[in-house]
């Protein structure tokens, strides 16, 4: 991890851009940071910054997102740096920056997850937008993101500032009583998939499975242990819950268990026995507390998704041959309440808020960026 930035003390603007909930995840540590330490942070009034927004943000709102509407909230905003994330699909906030770079203003990207970094630059159609900093969360994500083409002098590793309230919570925290048996607890946490990137090879992002597909083989290989396991099935917040209640029910078969209530706030990890997901950042934040962890992507098609099963201590199960096996294995692995053990890497996501605030600074205050 690239330590320390430099912190530049003169106050600037600095206008927010995010579409998905991920993006926006990533940056809400950094906006109310910003402004707490006195900084004019301007909050593009879209996408899920607008849904999980504090009530003193200061928006910046387009009549809509064609050139000469963000031409228009640029002249009126003046920002002196722009921090954005990106998006698979949405691409409001590539597009503005985009035109700020045209205009002169620095802009600073800012990666959420492990997944197209190239194309992300390019949802609204034109060539690769080049940000003057491609912030990502550790050095895989630098690498893979270089290996696809993004300019290797614009990467900084940062860590992934959604992590750092948590991280710096579990870094803190003493330890928990010990949960008094009873069945395994088991979070899923589930995604929408074949909404978000297709359900067969007819699209080009399809990853080779559903999340209906990966409930079904979960639900089966859980069978045998249903006396002894208690699911809880977490809906992405941008998942439809019915359809992920309607396709538990269908499976549940003799489990115990219960669809969560779908939320767009943090859920704590720390109260399960293990974590079970597809590619989500979850798992990853699981991985990084000492949780658990498997990786259940049967038939998986993209690399990119692999890079959750190179870490020590998280199971990726990527065919549906011998799965039911792995799972069952693992299940009477767990530990109840087994002890915390946070990683390393943790320390270096606690700061990332603070890496990236540092690093918009910096560009905000130079001609070009080191």
């Known amino acids: 991890m690239q330590q320390p930035f430099n912190t530049v003390s003169m106050t600037k603007k600095i206008l927010f851009a995010a579409g998905d909930v991920g993006g926006a995840r990533a940056l809400i540590p950094v906006i109310r940071t910003a402004s707490q330490r006195g900084h004019d942070a301007l909050v593009l009034r879209h996408g899920y910054l607008a849904r999980e927004s504090d009530a003193q943000w200061q928006w910046a709102v387009p009549t809509n997102f064609e050139n000469t509407a963000l031409d228009s909230?640029?002249?009126?905003?003046?920002?002196?740096?722009?921090?954005?994330?990106?998006?698979?699909?949405?691409?409001?906030?590539?597009?503005?920056?985009?035109?700020?770079?045209?205009?002169?203003?620095?802009?600073?990207?800012?990666?959420?997850?492990?997944?197209?970094y190239l194309s992300r630059m390019q949802t609204d159609g034109k060539s690769a937008l080049s940000p003057d900093i491609y912030a990502v969360m550790d050095t895989l994500a630098a690498e893979a993101a270089e290996a696809e083409g993004i300019s290797r002098g614009s990467i900084r590793i940062t860590g992934q500032p959604s992590l750092s309230d948590n991280m710096q919570s579990f870094l803190t925290a003493s330890e928990t009583k010990p949960r008094q048996g009873g069945p395994k607890q088991i979070l899923f946490v589930s995604e929408p998939i074949g909404d978000d990137q297709g359900s067969s090879d007819e699209s080009p992002f399809y990853r080779g499975y559903t999340e209906p597909e990966v409930v079904q083989l979960l639900c089966r290989a859980l069978q045998p242990l249903a006396e002894?396991?208690?699911?809880?099935?977490?809906?992405?917040?941008?998942?439809?819950?019915?359809?992920?209640?309607?396709?538990w029910q269908k499976n549940r078969g003799a489990l115990q268990g219960a669809v969560l209530p779908k939320s767009i706030t943090a859920t704590p990890l720390r109260p399960y026995d293990g974590i079970i997901g597809m590619a989500s950042i979850l798992l990853y934040e699981a991985w990084l507390i000492g949780r658990p962890t498997l990786s259940l992507q049967p038939g998986l098609q993209l690399q990119s998704l692999r890079q959750i099963g190179v870490r020590a201590g998280v199971l990726l199960v990527d065919s549906v041959e011998g799965a039911e096996a792995k799972i069952q294995d693992w299940i009477e692995m767990l530990e109840i309440d087994s002890p915390i053990v946070i990683r390393a890497e943790a320390k270096a996501h606690a700061k990332a808020t603070q890496n990236v605030l540092s690093l918009a600074?910096?560009?905000?205050?130079?001609?070009t960026c080191d």
């Not at 600074?361 to 001609?367: I, K, Q, V």
């Open 73 to 116: 909230l640029l002249d009126i905003t003046i920002p002196d740096v722009v921090i954005f994330a990106s998006s698979v699909k949405d691409s409001a906030a590539l597009s503005l920056a985009r035109r700020a770079q045209m205009r002169g203003i620095k802009v600073l990207h800012v990666l959420d997850s492990w997944t197209a």
């Open 228 to 247: 002894h396991v208690y699911l809880s099935l977490l809906p992405h917040p941008r998942e439809d819950e019915a359809k992920l209640a309607d396709i």
């Open 361 to 367: 600074l910096e560009l905000a205050n130079t001609d």
